[in-house]
């Protein structure tokens, strides 16, 4: 203990003789953590931010009932031919409805499932909207509003009006922004809706929504379950689509298998849907850490070429420690004390100017069309992220300072001491 | 009276650039309280030998034994702790770290050893300072003193631990006459009350002659 408060001060000594190169070194280590810092918080920020637009708001289980062709041929169910091999030409679907069957029992089924969190209904129509002598094309989804924005941040997309608007209003329609563009239609307008069958149904517009994805805010637009019956003149059963959400998304993949193979329906997975999703988080992550490495490295090799200089320049000390007592153990501890010194100095540096370049980013105004509710540039604070900085400088400048440090170890005093 | 230091047919080579036998069957010893000098020619192997007696240099056959203790084949650590508590050791040229004062170089030793608190050793270090008359110039930066003077705080420095030998390559080769004459003056005070034993080279034939015994060599050889 007694000899570890020699070293440091006499480590701290050759620290403060030699400023500028010290400064020098540590501002190295400063550079690359404070860009950790930012780095990372900055992705992260981009990350939840994604997050947030699409696993907050997609489904982690999208249930309906897909027209495909029978997986099993009628030949398939004959006996005799089951050995051998049979083709079967022009293969078409047979014409079943988009309807789940039977809907209603199996959204209560599915709430009263313990990892269930919410199963909700939806009806999607196709149509047109006639407003004075124009026609667009329109996909037009019955929902549930309040479920809707409950469960899958619904409200996040709206830009004028609100959920509960259209839930009180059983003729109301929000419409996608680029249909209202398109249409000049403003809130309390009327809009008609042309089903597939050519009949008008008039409705009333109480908001707008923005998805962010142009192809869908020129045709989506969102109505009440019961109008979107009313749109296709189908009864109160007739639901396409139920989505559903889990308390653990980790579940998605088991319980879609599940409802796909139980019910007979097609069950898509947030995880099977959004793939690439997670990729892009990973290879954010890896750019991150890449960059963040690189510095360090380059801070490492200054503070290594530093301490080198350093050594060569205190050839002298080194004799005189080693003459008057101090081991080479000893004088290897001075080397390795001023490069973690200087880790420490530079690393809480970095943290420092990290965190307040961060504040800085979080408060620059970043407003885009694609995410209506974000108003600056996203920002994560997260402890861990520091610690991990503050281990990356602790190492690197350790190693760094360690082969220096081993050459001044074994630094033979005679040869210094007859070279004068 | 007890041997201080043993040395044991001591031979040394150097091989580069060619085999050069530089000491050859050094064998000597000296006992407590005596002041021995070593004279000889230049290049006849003075420092070489000191720096094997101080344990610095670990590369020479035979043994050599320090108070009693035999020091050939220890670790590096273990000869660090020796040369630190036994051995004051004064350079030919001055030596001293110049970033520190004149006090902390002085002091540095001792901390090292670690049996007295900093305030003992800061008073220790100033009565060293005052025997070798610089104690005024304690608290300046050692890279701001003459060489004269640099050479009397390195051999402030040698006493700091109260060693049981004081080694000297020429420590008074850079001093006025005075000031030399004081340093021998030291030497002998504290060979004669604390019983101190010096070893010491010098090619000042009048300051050899004042010693208990000159130990005289010749291209490697004691004569
Ligand atoms: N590193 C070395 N490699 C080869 N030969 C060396 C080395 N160091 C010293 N020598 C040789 O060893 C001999 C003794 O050198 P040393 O320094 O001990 O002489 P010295 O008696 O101290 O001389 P001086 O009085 O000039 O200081 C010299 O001939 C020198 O050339
Ligand atoms: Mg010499």
């Given at each position: 203990m007694n000899s570890f408060r020699i070293i440091l001060g006499i480590s701290k000594i050759h620290l403060i003789s030699r400023i500028k190169q010290t400064s020098i070194a540590a501002l190295g280590v400063t550079f690359g953590i404070s860009a950790f810092i930012i780095l990372m918080g900055f992705m992260n920020g981009l990350n939840g931010l994604l997050d947030g637009l699409i696993l907050n708001r997609t489904p982690h289980i999208h249930v309906?009932?897909?027209?495909?062709?029978?997986?099993?041929?009628?030949?398939?169910?004959?006996?005799?031919?089951?050995e051998t091999f049979n083709v079967v030409h022009s293969v078409k679907p047979k014409q079943t409805q988009k309807k789940i069957h039977n809907a209603q029992p199996l959204i209560n089924y599915l709430n009263q499932t313990p990892k269930v969190k919410g199963a909700i209904p939806q009806v999607s129509a196709q149509g047109f909207y006639i407003s004075g002598n124009q026609q667009l094309n329109g996909m037009i989804t019955g929902i549930n509003a309040l479920a809707e924005a409950n469960l899958f941040n619904f409200d996040n997309y709206i830009t004028e009006g609100s959920v509960i608007d259209l839930n009180n209003n059983i003729n109301g329609i929000l419409l996608g922004i680029g249909v209202a563009k398109k249409m000049?239609?403003?809130?309390?307008?009327?809009?008609?809706?042309?089903?597939?069958?050519?009949?008008?149904?008039?409705?009333?517009?109480?908001?707008?929504?923005?998805?962010?994805?142009?192809?869908?805010?020129?045709?989506?637009?969102?109505?009440?379950?019961?109008?979107?019956?009313?749109?296709?003149?189908?009864?109160?059963?007739?639901?396409?689509?139920?989505?559903?959400?889990?308390?653990?998304?980790?579940?998605?993949?088991?319980?879609?298998?599940?409802?796909?193979?139980?019910?007979?329906?097609?069950?898509?997975?947030?995880?099977?849907?959004?793939?690439?999703?997670?990729?892009?988080?990973?290879v954010r992550n890896l750019i991150s850490y890449a960059v963040s490495?690189?510095?360090?490295?380059?801070?490492?090799?200054?503070?290594?070429?530093?301490?080198?200089m350093m050594i060569y320049e205190k050839m002298n000390d080194i004799a005189i420690l080693k003459a008057t007592g101090f081991s080479g153990n000893d004088v290897k501890r001075i080397f390795i004390s001023q490069a973690v010194i200087i880790g420490i100095v530079g690393g809480v540096l970095g943290l420092i100017i990290g965190y307040l370049v961060s504040r800085l980013i979080d408060n620059i105004p970043f407003e885009t069309e694609a995410i209506p509710n974000i108003t600056t540039y996203p920002v994560v604070y997260n402890y861990i992220h520091y610690i991990i900085a503050m281990l990356f400088a602790m190492i690197s400048t350790f190693i760094a300072g360690y082969l220096p440090a081993q050459k001044a170890k074994n630094i033979d005093p005679v040869e210094i001491i007859r070279g004068q | 009276m007890s041997t201080i230091l043993e040395a044991k047919n001591i031979n040394k080579y150097f091989r580069d650039p060619v085999l050069f036998h530089a000491l050859k069957n050094i064998s000597f010893d000296i006992t407590k309280g005596e002041f021995v000098s070593i004279m000889g020619k230049s290049g006849c192997g003075k420092s070489t030998l000191l720096y094997i007696l101080s344990t610095m240099d670990t590369d020479y056959d035979g043994e050599l034994y320090i108070d009693g203790e035999l020091t050939s084949g220890k670790t590096n650590d273990e000869l660090a702790f020796i040369r630190n508590k036994h051995i004051g050791f004064v350079f030919q040229f001055h030596y001293l770290l110049p970033e520190f004062t004149v006090l902390e170089n002085v002091m540095l030793p001792a901390k090292k050893l670690g049996e007295k608190s900093i305030?003992?050793?800061?008073?220790?270090?100033?009565?060293?300072?005052?025997?070798?008359?610089?104690?005024?110039?304690?608290?300046k930066l050692a890279s701001r003193i003459s060489g004269g003077q640099k050479q009397r705080v390195s051999i402030a420095r040698a006493l700091i631990n109260s060693p049981s030998i004081i080694m000297g390559d020429e420590p008074t080769g850079n001093l006025d006459s005075k000031n030399a004459e004081n340093v021998f003056n030291i030497f002998q005070e504290l060979s004669h009350q604390q019983?101190?034993?010096?070893?010491?080279?010098t090619h000042d034939e009048e300051f050899a002659n004042k010693t208990d015994r000159i130990i005289t060599m010749e291209d490697g050889h004691i004569i």
């Open positions: 309906y009932n897909d027209i495909k062709p029978s997986e099993n041929q009628p030949i398939a169910y004959f006996k005799d031919v089951s000049s239609l403003r809130i309390g307008d009327r809009v008609q809706i042309a089903n597939i069958k050519g009949e008008i149904i008039p409705l009333k517009i109480v908001g707008f929504f923005q998805s962010g994805l142009a192809e869908i805010d020129n045709t989506q637009s969102y109505v009440n379950v019961k109008t979107a019956q009313r749109i296709l003149a189908e009864s109160e059963s007739y639901i396409t689509d139920i989505n559903v959400k889990l308390h653990n998304i980790e579940d998605a993949v088991a319980m879609s298998k599940f409802i796909a193979n139980e019910f007979g329906l097609t069950a898509i997975d947030i995880k099977t849907a959004n793939a690439q999703f997670e990729t892009g988080t990973s490495i690189t510095l360090l490295l380059v801070a490492g090799f200054g503070i290594y070429n530093i301490l080198n | 305030e003992e050793i800061e008073y220790d270090a100033i009565e060293k300072l005052k025997l070798l008359h610089i104690d005024d110039q304690a608290l019983n101190l034993s010096l070893l010491i080279v």
